[in-house]
Structure formats: structure tokens, C-alpha cells
């Protein structure tokens, strides 16, 4: 089994990223959409990652990491992490209607933590590091994590940004860190800011997180957050202010009926 990062040639600031790797990490060609180092692939793909479904399923693979640009209408710019999938019935990004993909843990906790490092050696002072919840596709049954960079749609991040980012995909190829917790997530907004400070002071893994604005979601989507996060964890992380009273009832009950225990966030 290999970990592979993946970069897409319909993103341009994911192939920067990926011209990067190669440059810094003595990747070797093993073909034109292959290279190899340490036991490490980098893989290019001629899909827009979003739509890759079924992506690393024949590549022997334990790890996708997808190197990917990020888009904010507001222009923040942002060094995010995430896992992928649909919580609801509609899938216009990509993946397939309530569906979530396999995620890990281990290596969302490992990239957030690692992102930071960067961002303060590369002196990146004016820029968010984050959580984002599980959203887009695509849809696949191997562990896989997004890892961004970006900001105003018509804008480049700078260079020291893409090199975070090459810098904490490759960093998390190698090796996963081990958080203290591993849970899943419910409640708060899109950009999880409760579950980032939970894993960049507490030493709290996530894997899937569910945000308030698809609540409800029923108990076959609770079920799939909790088994497919490869660590299968047993605990669930409630942003309780970031609920509505009647969904957080709703997930309570559900975590008794499939066992799981609970608690706010701190």
C-alpha cells in the first residue's frame, strides 16, 4: 500500500503544487502522470477532481491526499483541509447524492497541525488555517483528505502558500500523527472553526463533520460519518450552539440507538 497525492490538470493552483513536489522532493518519472519517491506517488489526473469518482480504487492505494485550489466570494485567503462528500440529496459538486467518501482522521488531524507549522515557518501571517466540513466529490471508497490553498477566485495564491501546501501533503504521504481523540463531527458553520481549534489545541482528530446548514440528515448518514472514518471512532463532537434544538434531539437519539457516545464541544 502506498500514499498517493494527487493533483488534477483542470486546476491550475493544484498543478503548481504539483510542479513544486517534484522540484523539492526528488520525485522520479515513472511516466508523464506518475512519479515516485520514498515510497510516496504523485499522481496527475486529466479529471477535475471533484468528478473523479471511484478515484485511486486500482492504485493500491492506503492514502489519497488531492492537492486542489480553494475558492472564497468573500476573497479570504485560506489554507484549509477537508474531507468529501454529499450529505443530502443533490450532488452539484461532484460525488453521488447522499454519499460521503472514506476519510481519515489520523490524516486530516496531521494535515491541520501541519498546515499551521508552515504557515507560521513561511511567515503567512494574513492567512486562515482550517477545517472545512465534508463537501464535494468525489465519491471513493479509498481514504481520502483535500488539501487547499486560495482565496479570491480571479487570484494566484503566492508562492510561499503552494509551498505549505506541497510541504504539508508530502509531510502527510509519510507519516500520520496521532491525536489523543478521534470523533466525528455535527453542527457549526461550513468552515468549522469550533472542530480547527478543537484539533489545533486539544488534540482532538476529526473525520467527517456535518454542518448545521444540511440538518437534518437521517440515521443512514450518521451511520456512514462514523464508518467511514477508518479509525471508526465511537465518539461524536456536538458544536451545541451551532445546532438547533431540535437536531440536536434528533442526533442524540440516533447516537443511542447506534451506540456512540457524545459530548459538547469545549
Aim: glycine share 8%; charged share 25%; proline share 5%.
Amino acid at each position: 500500500m502506498v500514499s498517493v497525492i494527487v493533483a488534477s490538470r483542470k486546476d491550475e493552483i493544484s498543478m503548481r503544487i504539483a510542479e513544486i513536489l517534484k522540484d523539492c522532493y526528488d520525485f522520479k518519472e515513472v511516466d508523464e502522470n506518475l512519479y515516485r519517491t520514498r515510497g510516496i506517488e504523485l499522481r496527475i489526473i486529466s479529471q477535475k477532481h471533484l468528478y473523479a469518482d471511484g478515484l485511486g480504487e486500482n492504485w493500491n492505494a492506503d492514502l489519497l491526499i488531492v492537492a486542489s485550489s480553494h475558492r472564497s466570494e468573500a476573497g479570504v485567503k485560506a489554507l484549509l483541509t477537508h474531507p468529501v462528500g454529499n450529505w443530502g440529496p443533490k450532488a452539484e459538486l461532484g460525488g453521488a447524492p447522499k454519499t460521503i467518501s472514506t476519510t481519515s482522521a489520523k490524516a486530516l488531524y496531521t494535515s491541520i497541525n501541519v498546515l499551521r507549522e508552515e504557515a507560521d515557518r513561511l511567515e503567512l501571517t494574513n492567512w486562515r488555517i482550517g477545517l472545512e466540513v465534508t463537501h464535494h466529490g468525489p465519491r471513493t471508497n479509498v481514504p481520502l483528505i483535500f488539501i487547499e490553498a486560495g482565496g479570491p477566485p480571479d487570484q494566484i495564491p503566492e508562492r510561499r502558500a503552494l509551498e505549505a501546501v506541497a510541504s504539508t501533503c508530502f509531510r502527510v504521504a509519510e507519516r500520520r500523527l496521532n491525536p489523543d481523540l478521534v470523533a466525528v463531527g455535527f453542527g457549526g458553520g461550513h468552515y468549522a472553526p469550533t472542530f480547527t481549534k478543537l484539533s489545533l489545541e486539544k488534540r482532538i482528530g476529526f473525520g467527517h463533520m456535518c454542518p448545521k446548514y444540511v440538518m437534518p440528515i437521517d440515521e443512514e448518514m450518521i451511520r456512514q460519518a462514523f464508518e467511514k472514518t477508518i479509525e471508526k471512532p465511537r465518539l461524536a463532537i456536538l458544536d451545541w450552539k451551532g445546532l438547533k434544538s431540535d437536531h440536536r434531539k434528533m442526533l442524540l437519539e440516533t447516537f443511542d440507538l447506534l451506540g456512540v457516545e457524545w459530548m459538547k464541544a469545549r
